[in-house]
């Protein structure tokens, strides 16, 4: 939105939601929100958090997120999962409000191919993004 904040440790709130929460950065936001339109046609109200800061981590607004939303988080970036995002809000969550989470990212080792067969392959696309979070709400 065109007033959201861009400052450090500022996490922006682009959907709101109670049933599920997606936190995403990078390329993933768009496809994140795509992921909410998505739920949102099947009844699921996603809350989107566009997490644009790793460091510092806006701790607030994740741990608000899981205090709100009863199915969980589904954290989605185009990075490793251990050491990134992901790994930085479960360790926030596991702490302080731990819920069930899915975490989509790269688990390791990238085969070779285009940006866009990447996400594909990983499940880091719209589709992808919506399953996780039906998932946890299953």
């Not at 922006?12 to 339109?37: F, K, M, P, Q, Y």
């Not at 701790?59 to 589904?74: D, F, K, S, T």
């Not at 702490?95 to 990447?118: D, K």
Request: net charge negative; hydrophobic share 60%.
């Amino acid at each position: 939105p065109a007033d959201a904040a861009f400052a450090p440790g500022h996490a922006n709130l682009l959907r709101a939601g109670d049933d599920v929460a997606i936190l995403a950065c990078g390329a993933l936001v768009s496809r994140a929100l795509e992921a909410a339109t998505a739920l949102a046609e099947r009844g699921i109200a996603a809350r989107v958090l566009d997490m644009a800061w790793l460091r510092p981590l806006d701790e607030a607004a994740v741990l608000a997120a899981a205090r709100a939303c009863r199915g969980g988080l589904v954290v989605a970036e185009e990075a490793l999962n251990r050491g990134g995002l992901g790994g930085a809000v479960a360790e926030l969550v596991v702490r302080h409000h731990p819920v069930p989470m899915r975490l989509l990212g790269l688990p390791g080792f990238a085969p070779t191919g285009s940006a866009a067969f990447l996400l594909d392959h990983f499940g880091l696309t719209a589709a992808g993004i919506a399953a996780a979070a039906a998932e946890l709400l299953a």
